[in-house]
């Protein structure tokens, strides 16, 4: 069988019926939840790749409890991005780079001695959730000499021994880190996993970066603390609602770095996110057993295996 041509919905505001059997890859750029569950009435017993944006995982298609023919796949690319996503936060705060432009923008060429930075070597950095991410953020900062604090009551105590990374309780890492790293699963568990209590525990002089997702910092509780001074600063990518509202208190203040959740966009993650979803989609329509599955208990489904085996077949 010739490789599929997959259908690519890219900004397009009618998407359409998907043709019976059609193999699809989904670029899920800035879809809402709404856009997403409005599409997964046309997926149902596809093969779905997923880039970018929209939580595959969250989206409830018709046939979910039934359904042994879907395989969901995830992007094995976007990990990429936190090599642009967090270092691009902390040394933007760290060196006050936003209130040096504002302050050279604004003719105060003088205020250069008010806005001195922050060396990193010696700082510590605590990082909440040492998975995928978090490991990769344990890496980069190496160079920098930074002490690092993780904590996550699922930790592989043998990766952070060997990243050097000391497991701490929450208690710990945020009264003794210079910088706090959000790096953890949106879930149950960790929503609104900051809020006033746990910022109150933070440095006066301490920064928080959150590129992982909004809600698991409490955005009202965080707005306070920044407008007392309570903390430092903070960088984040990702908000409680997005896109996040213009009249919202946090873009008045000068000590936080907003960005519209893209700090890991760059040329290199969409590229390999695109590499990653096509190629998983290509491996299942060949008959093979994709990587990155979002739902890996489908490879055990008598129906899964079937559809393989009629795909392999084919090939």
């Given at each position: 069988?010739?490789d599929?041509?997959?259908?690519?919905?890219?900004?397009s505001?009618e998407w359409g019926?998907?043709?019976?059997?059609?193999v699809?890859?989904m670029?899920?750029?800035?879809?809402?939840?709404?856009?997403?569950?409005?599409l997964?009435?046309?997926?149902?017993?596809?093969?779905v790749?997923r880039?970018?944006?929209?939580?595959?995982?969250?989206?409830?298609?018709?046939?979910?409890?039934?359904?042994d023919?879907?395989?969901?796949?995830?992007?094995?690319?976007?990990?990429?991005?936190v090599?642009?996503?967090f270092p691009?936060a902390l040394l933007?705060l760290?060196?006050?780079?936003t209130?040096?432009?504002?302050?050279i923008?604004?003719g105060?060429?003088?205020?250069?001695?008010?806005?001195?930075?922050?060396g990193?070597?010696?700082?510590?950095l605590?990082?909440?959730g040492?998975?995928?991410?978090?490991?990769d953020?344990v890496?980069?900062?190496?160079?920098f000499?930074?002490?690092?604090?993780?904590?996550?009551?699922?930790a592989?105590?043998?990766l952070?021994?060997?990243?050097a990374?000391?497991l701490?309780?929450?208690?710990?890492?945020?009264?003794?880190?210079?910088?706090?790293?959000?790096?953890?699963?949106?879930?149950?568990q960790?929503r609104?996993?900051?809020?006033?209590a746990?910022?109150?525990l933070?440095?006066?002089?301490?920064y928080?970066?959150n590129?992982?997702r909004?809600?698991i910092v409490?955005?009202a509780d965080l707005?306070?603390?920044?407008?007392?001074g309570?903390i430092a600063?903070?960088?984040?990518?990702?908000?409680?609602?997005e896109?996040?509202a213009?009249d919202d208190?946090?873009l008045?203040?000068?000590?936080?770095?907003l960005?519209p959740?893209?700090?890991?966009w760059?040329?290199?993650c969409f590229?390999?996110?695109?590499?990653a979803a096509?190629a998983?989609v290509?491996?299942?329509?060949?008959?093979?057993p994709?990587?990155?599955?979002v739902?890996p208990?489908?490879?055990e489904?008598?129906?899964?295996?079937?559809?393989?085996?009629?795909?392999?077949?084919?090939?």
């Open positions: 069988m010739a599929p041509n997959p259908a690519m919905l890219i900004d505001p019926p998907v043709p019976a059997n059609q699809l890859v670029f899920a750029d800035g879809r809402t939840e709404a856009d997403a569950q409005r997964a009435q046309q997926l149902d017993g596809k093969i790749g880039f970018a944006y929209i939580n595959l995982w969250q989206i409830e298609f018709p046939s979910r409890s039934a359904d023919l879907r395989a969901a796949l995830k992007q094995a690319g976007a990990a990429a991005g090599e642009s996503a691009n933007a760290a060196g006050k780079l209130r040096k432009d504002r302050a923008r604004g105060r060429w003088q205020d250069k001695r008010v806005h001195t930075g922050l990193l070597a010696g700082k510590t605590g990082i909440i040492l998975g995928n991410t978090g490991a953020v890496r980069l900062v190496a160079p000499g930074m002490r690092c604090l993780a904590h996550d009551p699922y592989d105590r043998a952070a021994g060997a990243l990374v000391t701490v309780d929450m208690t710990t890492l945020l009264r003794e880190s210079d910088f706090v790293s959000v790096n953890c699963p949106l879930n149950e960790t609104h996993l900051l809020g006033a746990e910022l109150a933070m440095r006066p002089r301490a928080l970066i590129t992982a909004g809600p409490d955005q707005t306070a603390a920044l407008s007392a309570r600063g903070a960088g984040l990518d990702v908000f409680e609602r896109p996040i213009p208190p946090l008045q203040l000068e000590n936080v770095i960005a959740h893209n700090l890991c760059t040329d290199e590229l390999g996110n695109v590499a096509c998983g290509l491996q299942v329509a060949h008959g093979n994709p990587p990155h599955l739902n208990a489908v490879l489904r008598a129906g899964f295996q079937a559809k393989l085996r009629r795909l392999r077949a084919r090939a």
